[in-house]
C-alpha cells in the first residue's frame, strides 16, 4: 500500500514499520495530521471532507512520483481519511523513507504541500448547525512557490 484514501482511522506505528526497508533505510520523516478547532467563537464543530474516488487517488499518486522523481526515497506511504471527521481526529498521515535525512524531510514536506492544494478533496466544516464548504487558502498556494524553484 502506496497510497490509501478511507474513512477509516490508520496505525501509526503499523505505517512506520511499513516504511523501514532492511539494511537500507536510514531516515524516516513523517507527518501525522488532526483535525484542529476550526472556530474559535462557535466552539467544537465536525467537517466533512470529500473526494472524487479514482481522481484523487491518481492526484495523490502523481504528487508521489513527483517526490519519487526528485528524491532517492525508498518507500513512501500516503493515508488520507475521508468522510466525517471530529476534533482531534487523525486526518492524514504522509511517511517517507530514504537513506539520508535530507532527502526524507525534503520529500515529506513537498507531498504535504502539493496534497494541501493539488489533491481533489472539498471539505465542508459544521457548528453550530451552520455549514459552509472551504475555500482554498492563500497560504497553502504561497507554500508552493518554493518547489518550482527547487529540485531539491
Known amino acids: 500500500m502506496e497510497i ?3 474513512q477509516e482511522d ?3 506505528q503499523a505505517l512506520y514499520d511499513s516504511l523501514c526497508v532492511a539494511n537500507k533505510t536510514g531516515a524516516v520523516a513523517m507527518f501525522v495530521g488532526r483535525v484542529r ?8 464543530g465536525s467537517f466533512f471532507l470529500e473526494h472524487y474516488p479514482g481522481m484523487t487517488e491518481r492526484n495523490i499518486q502523481s504528487i508521489v512520483d513527483e517526490a519519487r522523481a526528485r528524491w532517492p526515497l525508498l518507500a513512501v ?3 488520507h ?3 466525517e ?3 482531534d481526529d487523525q486526518i492524514v498521515f504522509v511517511g517517507v523513507a530514504s537513506s539520508h535525512r535530507a532527502e526524507a ?3 515529506c514536506d513537498f507531498i504535504m504541500d502539493y496534497l494541501k492544494s493539488r489533491a481533489a478533496f472539498w471539505k465542508k466544516e459544521t457548528a453550530n448547525g451552520q455549514s459552509n464548504w472551504v475555500d482554498a487558502k492563500t497560504i497553502d498556494e504561497k507554500s508552493l512557490e518554493r518547489w518550482h524553484h527547487s529540485t531539491n
Not at 478547532?37 to 467544537?44: A, I, T
Request: hydrophobic share 45%; net charge neutral.
Open 81 to 83: 481519511r475521508v468522510g
Open 4 to 6: 490509501s484514501v478511507q
Open 10 to 12: 490508520f496505525n501509526v
Open 85 to 87: 471527521l471530529s476534533i
Open 105 to 107: 524531510f525534503s520529500a
Open 77 to 79: 506511504k500516503v493515508v
Open 37 to 44: 478547532q476550526f472556530n474559535e467563537e462557535v466552539g467544537n
